[in-house]
């Protein structure tokens, strides 16, 4: 797993329960920068959520949390969650951005590989946005292909609590 953090993702159609209970067990990466505001808000895709919090001073990205949903080519769509939780550094310009892949073993022995990106911007104290996008591909026990699916571009807006 490189650059983005680990993540929840099953078909909208079923298994979100256990996915969620596996999850909830896993160990995820801690930043070890102190906590500092938190920014919450929404996506562009209906009831989708975003989640930031940054270091005290204002200079990485400790947390970021997207709700997404991905169109398929021959499945129902995919709703995830993912979780960055390394540090991301925040330019003078207020810039953030993240790249990476990683492997989710679905309940039925099948995996999806995702490849994310995220960009954004704190445009004031108080508020950010960006976009998201995600590329999945499912593969079955024997590495065969089942599906492929993206978002698009994702945009989301977070303000500060």
């Known amino acids: 797993m490189s650059g983005l953090g680990k993540n929840l993702l099953a078909p909208v159609a079923g298994a979100m329960a256990c996915l969620f209970a596996v999850a909830a067990s896993s160990a995820l990466a801690v930043s070890h920068r102190p906590a500092g505001p938190r920014y919450s808000g929404h996506t562009n895709q209906v009831s989708r959520d975003v989640s ?47 790249h990476g892949h990683y492997s989710i073993a679905l309940p039925d022995g099948s995996s999806a590989n995702v490849t ?23 593969v079955d026990r024997g590495n065969h292909l089942l599906d492929q699916c993206q978002t698009g571009a994702i945009r989301w807006i977070a303000l500060q609590e």
């Open 52 to 98: 930031i919090r940054v270091s005290r001073r204002r200079t990485a990205v400790v947390r970021f949390q997207i709700g997404w949903d991905a169109s398929c080519a021959h499945a129902t769509p995919f709703g995830a969650s993912t979780d960055v939780v390394r540090s991301l550094h925040i330019r003078r310009s207020g810039a953030f951005k993240s």
């Open 116 to 138: 994310a990106s995220l960009s954004g911007r704190f445009v004031s104290s108080d508020a950010a946005r960006g976009v998201f996008s995600a590329v999945v591909v499912t």
